[in-house]
């Protein structure tokens, strides 16, 4: 069990974790969802016990996890940067890794270096950025943490290997119960992958919630009525976007599927037609209501 | 719950082989250069030695030109090895801050922040591990190298005469003794750099902030002890050896303790330092390494990245970039205001002599700092486009510049921090070394040292004296260095203190105080003591100078004539032998059974002494001009003669027989003149810038075995020159007395003294 409570860090002026505050339950896949910027990797490093909040708590199974080898070795993080290992070869990752973890399992090892196929002799430097991450994933399932910290992990990837790596962590999910915290901007990965998410911007939570409770509560709605709507016109409903294209109004609002039909119903639209978003879709639309979106462009 | 963070056996044990192995280039670096460290410096002093043996041993034997080239083929690969010591030695020293930088990456490399920390390993296991695979690999291939080179030493002691290495003393002193001072230091060096580098958050700042505060604090500390001795009377301003070589300020770098050895090496006071100066090494790597833990344990790795993860840190750069230029720059403006307070005011000089105005060298100051500040800023990656920031930017520039300056003035009218008033308890002393430049009225005696009680109390009254009353001192300042020379009398004090330290003090006092400090060694065991002989050995002969410069052996029992000369010796005041008295003076020659000789100066005034002699038929003192059979005056008026000839020193020979060279004028007088001035001369005149000097010159006629003749001038009983009183007689002789050329006393003179040109 993940508890992150009020946690605060601050770079200098800039705070780049403001009070967060979010519980990740055993064995669940989280997902990170936020603009650059907004705290996703310090989160992670904090979890990871890279970094010590400058107030609140980050805990892990009931113990802080900031110099804890205890928890630590539990833990596994792995970063968006996989520059520090060039001068090494997967093999020497592998003696180092293995120095530190005491559940570093070589056959999983072996075996997974036999699915990508990577040389165990060569420097990483020589390493594509796409095997790169796949020796450092393949290290840290290796390791068989209890938690796995993954910051944009899977970028770089060809949809081969993205494939193959998401399998190699959700057998290891299966197979262990890992706990993995998941951060991407690629969301059709979170869609696919992770069973909650949380969406940062400018270090603080929007949500958190299971990812079927997000879907599921913001809808697209497709209408046509003899006037113009205003969110004014749906109360009760938080309205997150609206658009008009000739007769059609689209409106993206939050609050679950029946109490949104409901609402529109009786505006006593001629056409209805209600479309599941996805979970991009929804990141967008949020995140525009947070003032973050790309009109800047138009004007 | 939380865990205790503690050093934990098994993940220390596996850290700390993975940073060995990690360090492993480093290690081969360092056993490379160890191998040919002190080794190197050994093996080429038993190629000396070598090359000693060989030329003893075939000298004769094969040709000299072939002997000399085989020796100088040795020496130059001995010089060759000594050279590749050194340089080993020194990128060893260096390489100190490599291997932290190394061991201590992701102190200042974001990209290790996230590889290193999250492993699981403790910060305790961590920084424990980092410091001891850094200095291990560091700091044992030095130790095995100092144990090598004492082995190569030692086994050329196996087969040589220690005496064969009297020449080499210095690099096995080193080898020896400085090796492990070295190590000490290299331990030193590691920590130093850790400390500073625990405040750096980026490659940038991590490179050069611990080479500039390594160089920087040193440097600062030199020149800001450079300020206090300026204004510290009684401290010459070159004397940093003295005041500040084995200060703990100093010694609180590691560049800053290596100058400090080389300064008390200077001074061969190392036997007597305080504190051994490896343990003072040691105790601050131990604060530098508790400093880098509070550090390092406080330091936040977001912040990483940052030019300084401590806010403080770029302050601390920037003010000691203001400290270190105000204090080059302010010591020879400070100088100049106190420049007549010290005499050595040598910076001052040299920018009184460049010409340079005081006000130039601050606006450079200013600019130049103006420059620096800005550049750590940008460093920093401040944006000074912000009025905001940029106006705190200036505040903190004036503010710092103030305090810089502040610092050095303070320093500079502290009076040397208190040290002008400190003189040293007598319980406190072991003993003192007098040294003065003050007429000589026995030539040679012009350093002495004195350790009873009762001439302790009299000098350190003495001292009291010289510092009370310096208010009152009328100083008469002259531009020329020869005129100032004249203006003072100079008197140095070296207190040994029984702590093994030393103080010294060096016054430029006022001419009216030359009698009291010469009385003041009279009234001291000073002089006297310079009478001591030697009273173990009953057989040592008396040697005794004949008119013809010959000595003779006398009859005189030595025992008696060393107490009847100390006892005469103690009874001496300044009165009886002053300048003015007209006394003479023989210099007699000691042969000991041992064959060791010694000389000592005699004057007409110590009666016991002259007594005993003249019981035993040695009247040294009688008829010495009656023999005479040329009598000549020399006049000295040209300030580069008298000044190169007399009063820095004569020219001497081998058997210490002075003669002034030959850029005077020269007169013929009369036995009668003659014998009118001789009784009012003395061995030493004093110049006076008032007077000319005038010397009685005589010249003895003897015959040898065959029947040819050769003369011997009164030289051989020390130059006599005409009292002050007598001055004015003399120049009326001088100026009725006929010309002679110097040609014309050429053929009296020895070989060795007749006129060369130039």
Redesign the interface.
């Known amino acids: 069990m993940i508890e992150i409570k009020d946690c605060v860090m601050r770079f200098y002026d800039v705070e780049a974790v403001s009070g967060v505050s979010i519980d990740i339950p055993e064995g669940s896949c989280y997902g990170l969802l936020g603009s650059n910027g907004a705290g996703k990797s310090t989160l992670l490093r904090m979890l990871s016990g890279v970094y010590r909040p400058l107030s609140g708590s980050v805990k892990i199974d009931g113990e802080t996890v900031y110099d804890n080898v205890k928890i630590k070795e539990k833990l596994f993080f792995i970063s968006d940067e996989t520059v520090q290992f060039s001068d090494m070869t997967l093999g020497a990752m592998r003696k180092y890794y293995k120095m530190f973890y005491k559940s570093f399992d070589d056959a999983l090892f072996e075996r997974l270096v036999k699915i990508v196929e990577l040389p165990l002799d060569k420097k990483l430097h020589e390493f594509s950025k796409g095997m790169k991450r796949q020796a450092v994933v393949i290290c840290g399932i290796a390791c068989r943490p209890k938690y796995l910290f993954l910051d944009e992990a899977l970028d770089g990837l060809d949809p081969t290997m993205r494939i193959m790596v998401k399998k190699m962590l959700i057998d290891a999910m299966m197979d262990r119960e890992m706990t993995i915290v998941f951060s991407s901007h690629n969301l059709n990965e979170i869609d696919e992958f992770c069973d909650r998410v949380g969406l940062l911007h400018n270090g603080k939570v929007v949500f958190d919630r299971d990812l079927d409770n997000v879907k599921g509560d913001v809808i697209k709605i497709q209408a046509v009525f003899d006037r113009d709507i205003t969110p004014e016109d749906l109360p009760g409903i938080e309205v997150l976007h609206t658009e008009k294209t000739g007769s059609v109004t689209y409106i993206i609002a939050r609050g679950g599927s029946e109490k949104i039909s409901e609402a529109v119903g009786k505006l006593s639209p001629k056409m209805y037609d209600e479309i599941r978003l996805t979970l991009e879709e929804i990141f967008i639309y949020e995140m525009e209501v947070l003032g973050y979106d790309s009109s800047a462009l138009d004007k | 719950?939380?865990?205790q963070?503690s050093i934990?056996k098994g993940?220390f044990r596996?850290?700390f082989?993975?940073k060995l192995s990690k360090l492993r280039g480093k290690l081969v670096a360092a056993c490379i250069l160890s191998l040919f460290s002190y080794p190197m410096m050994a093996l080429a002093v038993n190629i000396l030695y070598d090359g000693l043996m060989k030329r003893h041993t075939d000298s004769g034997n094969i040709p000299n030109a072939d002997l000399d080239m085989q020796v100088g083929m040795m020496n130059a690969t001995a010089m060759l090895c000594m050279a590749a010591g050194i340089v080993c030695i020194a990128v060893l020293f260096i390489e100190g801050f490599f291997v932290v930088k190394s061991s201590f990456r992701s102190l200042y490399d974001k990209?290790?922040?996230?590889?290193d920390?999250?492993?699981?390993?403790?910060?305790n296991?961590r920084f424990a591990a980092d410091i001891l695979s850094g200095s291990l690999i560091y700091v044992v291939p030095q130790i095995a190298a100092v144990v090598i080179g004492r082995l190569v030493l030692i086994h050329s002691y196996g087969f040589s005469e220690e005496s064969f290495y009297s020449d080499y003393t210095g690099i096995m002193e080193f080898i020896e003794t400085g090796s492990i001072f070295m190590v000490c230091g290299s331990v030193m060096q590691f920590f130093f750099t850790l400390m500073i580098m625990s405040f750096c958050g980026r490659k940038l700042t991590a490179n050069i902030v611990p080479i500039l505060f390594g160089v920087g604090v040193p440097v600062t500390i030199i020149f800001l002890a450079m300020i206090v001795n300026s204004c510290a009377y009684g401290i010459e301003i070159g004397n940093i050896y003295g005041y500040f070589s084995d200060s703990f300020i100093l010694q609180c770098s590691p560049l800053g303790m290596c100058l400090s050895v080389f300064f008390i090496s200077q001074q061969r006071i190392s036997e007597l330092a305080a504190f051994p100066i490896e343990l003072v090494t040691l105790l601050y790597s131990a604060a530098f390494c508790a400093a880098s833990w509070f550090m390092i344990k406080r330091r936040?790795?977001?912040?990483t990245g940052?030019a300084f993860v401590y806010k403080g840190g770029r302050y601390a750069v920037q003010f000691m970039i203001l400290l270190a230029s105000a204090s080059v720059i302010f010591l020879p403006v400070f100088d100049r205001v106190n420049a007549r307070r010290s005499y050595y005011a040598v910076s001052g000089s040299l920018v009184k002599y460049l010409e340079i105005p005081a006000a130039a060298l601050v606006i450079t100051w200013v600019i130049v700092n103006i420059i620096l500040f800005v550049v750590t800023e940008l460093v920093c990656r401040e944006k000074l486009g912000s009025p905001k920031k940029l106006a705190f930017m200036a505040a903190r520039f004036i503010g710092s510049g103030v305090l810089s300056v502040l610092i050095c003035y303070g320093l500079s009218v502290s009076d040397g921090l208190g040290t002008v008033g400190y003189v040293p308890e007598v319980s406190q002393i072991e003993g003192v070394q007098l040294m003065d430049n003050m007429p000589r009225m026995v030539y040679g005696y012009n350093d002495h040292y004195v350790s009873d009680e009762e001439s302790l109390r009299l000098i350190t009254d003495f001292h009291r004296r010289i510092i009370e009353e310096r208010p009152d001192f009328k100083w008469v300042y002259d531009d020329s260095y020869a005129d100032e020379y004249r203006s003072y009398v100079h008197f140095s004090l070296d207190y040994r203190m029984k702590n093994g330290s030393r103080t010294e003090r060096s016054y430029f006092l006022p001419k009216e105080y030359a009698h009291d400090a010469i009385s003041l060694l009279f009234s001291t065991r000073a002089f006297a003591d310079n009478y001591k002989l030697e009273t173990d050995d009953k057989d040592a002969l008396v040697m005794v100078p004949g008119n013809d410069g010959v000595y003779y052996a006398s009859e005189i029992p030595y025992n008696e004539f060393a107490a009847a000369l100390y006892k005469d010796a103690l009874e001496t005041t300044y009165e009886d032998i002053c300048v003015d008295g007209g006394q003479m003076y023989k210099t007699l020659e000691i042969i000991y059974s041992n064959d060791n000789r010694q000389y000592v100066i005699v004057s007409n005034t110590f009666t016991d002494t002259v007594e005993l002699m003249n019981r035993y038929n040695c009247n040294i003192f009688d008829g010495v001009y009656d023999d005479a059979v040329k009598f000549y005056m020399m006049q000295y008026t040209s300030e580069g003669s008298f000044t190169a000839d007399i009063k820095y020193d004569y020219t001497a020979d081998e058997n210490g027989y002075m003669m002034p060279t030959l850029n005077y004028d020269i007169r013929e007088i009369t036995a009668e003149q003659a014998n009118e001035l001789l009784p009012h001369t003395a061995t030493t005149p004093v110049y006076e810038e008032s007077r000319d000097i005038y010397e009685v010159f005589c010249v003895y006629e003897y015959k040898n075995g065959d029947g040819s003749v050769y003369y011997v001038t009164n030289n051989y009983t020390g130059p006599r020159f005409v009292a002050e009183k007598q001055c004015d007689r003399a120049a009326e002789i001088y100026n009725a007395a006929e010309p002679a050329g110097s040609e014309d006393i050429q053929k009296y003179l020895p070989e060795y003294y007749r006129y060369r040109e130039g």
Do not use: G, N, Q
């Not at chain 2, 990209?111 to 590889?115: A, F, G, L, R, V």
């Not at chain 2, 920390?117 to 910060?123: A, I, K, T």
């Open positions: 719950m939380t865990a963070p934990s993940k596996t850290y082989f993975y990209k290790y922040i996230d590889m920390l999250s492993l699981p390993v403790s910060d296991t936040r790795a977001e912040r940052s």
